[in-house]
């Protein structure tokens, strides 16, 4: 097993309450995790200073700073989503493998929102140009690093709700970078090309799209928000709240927007309502637009670990009103690290796609820290008869090409632990042929912007190719076959006490732990 994965579910958390009754809003499930939070009471700066105090303790405690410099009564939150225990406790999971499963069990079974008259995101309505002159004013901006390209916002989630923006009438939730540049009449805002939000607001060339962007909503919600279930799997889906009502297991509240016609979430922290202006070009940074150039001025840290560059959108952002909440807002702070919170999801729609080509084939989908998530993955495979020898091919030829930026993917055996990096190497050291098992795909293929080695024509990205690893043993095949010792047959209280037990393995890495619990050599 894995280190970390499973976890053991109270009835009821640090406060009393169960699990539905902590999601109802940040609140309450800050208070549900009790001693996992680490409150800051002292002054925080939003410029660099809290982004790195996140990187320093990332895969810890929830950090939460309630002094934020230049800011009084407002909080910044950061680190939610950073450990698999705490994931699979807001997901209700006792094993974060199983996650991906209760995922497409949910997104067939939406619980759709509920419309509510009062929230707490409008407690207070601000005004721009009457109570506040720009939102830095009212909201901290996170930066990263000194060299970042300026104050982007990444805290909220984009909500599109209803005819004729969405299909249906239903709901789309996203999480995109925003620029708001001082003296700009409008924003920047960068959505993910070909992903939902982009095809809704591609639609309506010339016109307003109304919207929200709400920080810090319900965990539901906002786990929907800044993960993804690919469309190319699943075409229509079109019921992302209902979806997120599925996860938390009752409805997402949401109430009408005062200024736009749309919707906020209604237990969100803050609330932007404005409009997406799709065609209107704004330069996310004053480099960027001196220098003319798209991909070259920085930005700041991007998903893939490197520092990503600034762009032109090709839509912006008209900002109407910030409604919030009156006592104490919290405000989301975006970090480029642990992605425990998405990891589940991408894992979930390979797992359909593979099962969908080879049902009962592939058993599970990894992604480890260093692979970024839309880097790489790790594939596990049954083979069971001779037939089902060469899919795992099939399979990698299809992962390949359907997302842009994937660097590598590894097809493993049974006996592997997907989630353990060093068993996969060591499966990859062992079975992998570098003559006919390392197979190089999509080369100048469109690629992804954000992946650091892909080539650039003009301002487009093309791949260099990704590499898919069969690490795969053939099927009966006697050299293959991995060396194991009768661990499970041993009675090792015969020579040692419980804690003598429990005190060995916990000298023990995790890596050398789950040789030890399985016996593989």
């Known amino acids: 097993m894995a280190d970390r994965m499973a976890v053991k579910l109270e009835e009821k958390g640090a406060n009393g309450l169960t699990r539905e009754e902590a999601l109802v809003d940040l609140r309450t499930t800050l208070d549900w995790l009790g001693d996992d939070v680490q409150y800051i009471d002292g002054e925080v700066d939003p410029i660099v200073e809290m982004c790195t105090i996140t990187k320093a303790f990332d895969n810890s405690k929830v950090i939460v700073a309630n002094n934020i410099k230049g800011y009084p009564g407002v909080r910044m939150i950061s680190n939610l989503y950073s450990r698999k225990e705490r994931v699979c406790h807001f997901h209700g999971a006792e094993d974060f493998r199983d996650i991906k499963h209760q995922l497409l069990e949910q997104v067939q079974n939406p619980i759709p929102p509920r419309v509510v008259d009062d929230a707490p995101v409008q407690e207070e309505v601000l005004i721009p140009g009457k109570d506040f002159d720009h939102l830095h004013d009212i909201i901290p901006v996170a930066t990263h690093t000194y060299n970042d390209g300026g104050q982007i916002f990444g805290a909220g989630s984009h909500l599109f709700m209803g005819?004729?923006?969405?299909?249906?009438?239903g709901s789309q939730i996203s999480m995109y970078r925003m620029s708001f540049r001082p003296g700009h009449k409008y924003a920047s805002i960068n959505m993910v090309p070909g992903g939902a939000g982009d095809v809704i607001c591609s639609r309506h060339p010339g016109k307003k799209v109304p919207c929200t962007v709400n920080i810090c909503p319900p965990v539901g919600p906002e786990l929907v928000s800044v993960s993804t279930l690919n469309p190319v799997i699943f075409p229509g889906q079109t019921d992302k709240l209902g979806f997120a009502g599925a996860i938390q297991g009752f409805p997402v509240d949401v109430v009408k927007a005062r200024t736009v016609e749309s919707y906020a979430i209604a237990n969100a922290e803050w609330s932007l309502e404005g409009y997406v202006v799709e065609g209107e070009r704004v330069w996310e940074t004053a480099e960027a637009e001196e220098l003319g150039k798209q991909g070259v001025a920085l930005l700041h840290p991007e998903w893939a670990r490197t520092m990503g560059h600034a762009y032109r959108t090709?839509?912006?952002?008209?900002?109407?009103?910030?409604?919030?909440?009156?006592?104490n807002p919290i405000v989301y702070t975006p970090h480029f690290g642990a992605f425990w919170y998405e990891?589940?999801?991408?894992?979930?729609s390979v797992y359909e796609l593979c099962d969908r080509m080879a049902p009962g084939f592939v058993t599970d989908v990894a992604s480890w820290l260093g692979l970024t998530l839309w880097g790489g993955l790790v594939v596990q495979v049954n083979k069971r008869r001779r037939s089902d020898e060469g899919m795992q091919r099939n399979l990698l030829t299809a992962i390949m090409g359907l997302y842009r930026g994937m660097r590598l993917v590894v097809m493993?055996?049974?006996?592997?632990?997907?989630?353990?990096?060093?068993?996969v190497m060591w499966a990859i050291q062992s079975r992998a042929s570098a003559s006919k098992d390392y197979v190089v795909y999509n080369e100048y293929g469109r690629g992804q912007a954000f992946q650091p080695s892909?080539?650039?024509v003009?301002?487009?990205?093309?791949?260099?190719g990704g590499m898919g690893i069969d690490a795969t043993a053939p099927l009966g095949v006697q050299v293959y076959e991995r060396a194991r010792y009768p661990v499970d047959e041993m009675d090792f209280s015969k020579w040692f006490s419980q804690d003598d037990i429990d005190t060995l393995k916990n000298m023990q890495d995790p890596y050398f732990r789950w040789l030890g619990e399985t016996g593989h050599g």
């Open 163 to 169: 005819e004729p923006f969405v299909p249906g009438g």
């Open 314 to 327: 090709p839509r912006a952002f008209e900002l109407t009103a910030v409604t919030r909440r009156k006592k």
């Open 343 to 348: 990891a589940p999801f991408m894992c979930a």
């Open 412 to 423: 493993v055996d049974q006996d592997i632990d997907p989630w353990q990096p060093e068993d």
């Open 454 to 456: 892909e080539l650039k």
């Open 458 to 464: 003009g301002n487009i990205s093309v791949s260099d």
